[in-house]
């Protein structure tokens, strides 16, 4: 995706593009709250899930928390985290009547976390990216580093990196449907949560991980200097 934008942009065909992921390594750090919460978590057996990314309309968070109200109906033991910074008040606003509106706010918590990210994967149990729009999360390759399963929309270079069924699940954005089936499945089934999330580490560490994506800059940087 990026390659096509920067060929349209230069106006020519010419160039060769190599697209190299930026290196994901979470840090993690003591936090007594993080520890509490997973404390009742793992007292209550309660599910967590979470969308890690900045809170603006393109990101989805508003069809997420549509497909949680269903859910919830369904699942008493789960709760929904909005992670991430306000880029637009208003539709942050609007987030927080919806979820008053659907009387779901006992269960879903917004979340602007100051310390390391890293912390917050360790506590969550299923990532879900509802992009309308997407070139390729960062939060979804952390989530993969640890092991988290994923359901993520098809957007972007998403479908590049997450093969549905096996690294995670997709489903086509702005459909609510497909997002709550998708949820459904994944909640209703731990041992369909650990496949997932095995097979998502796997992936990472075998495309995506720094010692990975060191090797192939430095054989870029070779191949560039044995050809100029």
Not at 60 to 82: P, V
């Amino acid at each position: 995706m990026r390659s096509d934008e920067l060929r349209d942009w230069i106006g020519s065909e010419k160039p060769e593009y190599l697209v190299i992921p930026s290196a994901i390594e979470l840090k993690f750090s003591d936090d007594k709250e993080m520890e509490e919460i997973k404390k009742e978590k793992e007292f209550s057996g309660k599910l967590i899930i979470g969308q890690i990314a900045g809170i603006i309309p393109f990101k989805g968070q508003d069809l997420l928390i549509n497909a949680f109200h269903i859910i919830a109906q369904k699942h008493n033991n789960i709760e929904l985290w909005i992670v991430g910074y306000s880029r637009n008040v208003d539709y942050y606003n609007s987030l927080i009547r919806q979820v008053k509106d659907l009387n779901i706010a006992d269960k879903v918590r917004f979340i602007s976390y100051p310390d390391y990210i890293g912390n917050i994967f360790r506590t969550i149990d299923i990532q879900v990216h509802a992009s309308r729009f997407d070139s390729l999360p960062n939060s979804i390759l952390e989530g993969m580093s640890v092991g988290k399963p994923l359901i993520a929309s098809s957007v972007g270079g998403i479908p590049d990196v997450v093969s549905h069924g096996h690294t995670g699940l997709l489903f086509d954005k702005n459909d609510l449907e497909a997002l709550t089936n998708c949820m459904e499945q994944v909640i209703g089934d731990p041992d369909l949560r650990m496949r997932l999330g095995q097979a998502a580490q796997e992936r990472f560490e075998e495309r995506y991980s720094p010692v990975f994506l060191t090797k192939q800059l430095e054989g870029a940087i070779t191949k560039i200097s044995n050809t100029h």
